[in-house]
């Protein structure tokens, strides 16, 4: 579990967006400044399906 600790940016994905699978219909991609329970910082990636207000996180810098 991760906790966000601010929004760095966020765009609306396309079908030629990396790591969305070609799924980029109907999804935002979102880069935030994380922290997890450890308290250790990283970067990740996450999208939100617009369609199904489903979350997934995409890739994670840490």
Known sequence: MYRV???IG???AG???PGTD???TGS???RVATES???EHGI???T???ATDRWTMRRLWG
């Open 5 to 7: 600790r601010r929004v």
């Open 28 to 30: 935002r991609l979102i």
């Open 48 to 50: 939100c399906d617009t």
């Open 44 to 46: 990740a990636d996450i």
């Open 15 to 17: 079908p030629d967006t």
């Open 37 to 39: 329970e450890q308290g």
């Open 22 to 24: 070609g799924q980029g």
């Open 10 to 12: 966020s765009w609306k």
